[in-house]
C-alpha cells in the first residue's frame, strides 16, 4: 500500500509564506506523480499543483502561479509545497496525493491515494 502523510498547515498572516510536506511509502511506478489539492467549505476540491517524480516536470494551477513551488526530496520520498505571498481565499485543508497519470496530473481522478489533509488558515 501506499501512505502519505501531510504536515506544515498552520495560521499565517496574508502575505506570508509556509511550507508543506508529504512524506510517502510503499510501492511507486515509473511514470509516479505526486499532486497537492485543496478544499474550502462549501468548495469542491481543486488542482493546486503536481510533479512527476521521475522527470521533475512541475505544473500550477493559474491561481496560484508566481506564489506556490512544489518540489521533492528523492532521499527522502518526501514532497514539498512553498506557499509564499499567501492571501485569504488560499485558506483551505490541503491534501497530498499520489499516482500515475498518464496527461492529466490536475485532475482528482488521476491519484489512487491521498493524504489526510493539513489545515491552512490565512488571516487579513
Known amino acids: 500500500q501506499v501512505q502519505l502523510v501531510e504536515s506544515g498547515g498552520g495560521l499565517v498572516q496574508a502575505g506570508g509564506s509556509l511550507r508543506l510536506s508529504c512524506a510517502t511509502s510503499?510501492?511507486?511506478?515509473?511514470?509516479?506523480?505526486m499532486g497537492w489539492f485543496r478544499q474550502a467549505p462549501g468548495k469542491e476540491r481543486e488542482f493546486v499543483a503536481a510533479?512527476?517524480?521521475?522527470?521533475?516536470?512541475?505544473f500550477y494551477a493559474e491561481s496560484v502561479k508566481g506564489r506556490f513551488t512544489i518540489s521533492r526530496d528523492n532521499a527522502k520520498n518526501t514532497v514539498y509545497l512553498q506557499m509564499n505571498k499567501l492571501k485569504p481565499e488560499d485558506r483551505a485543508v490541503y491534501y497530498c496525493?499520489?499516482?500515475?497519470?498518464?496527461?492529466?496530473?490536475?485532475?482528482?481522478?488521476?491519484?489512487?491515494?491521498w493524504g489526510q489533509g493539513t489545515q491552512v488558515t490565512v488571516s487579513s
Open positions: 510503499g510501492r511507486t511506478f515509473s511514470n509516479y506523480a
Open positions: 510533479i512527476r517524480w521521475s522527470a521533475g516536470s512541475t
Open positions: 496525493a499520489a499516482g500515475y497519470p498518464s496527461q492529466h496530473v490536475a485532475v482528482v481522478a488521476a491519484y489512487d491515494y
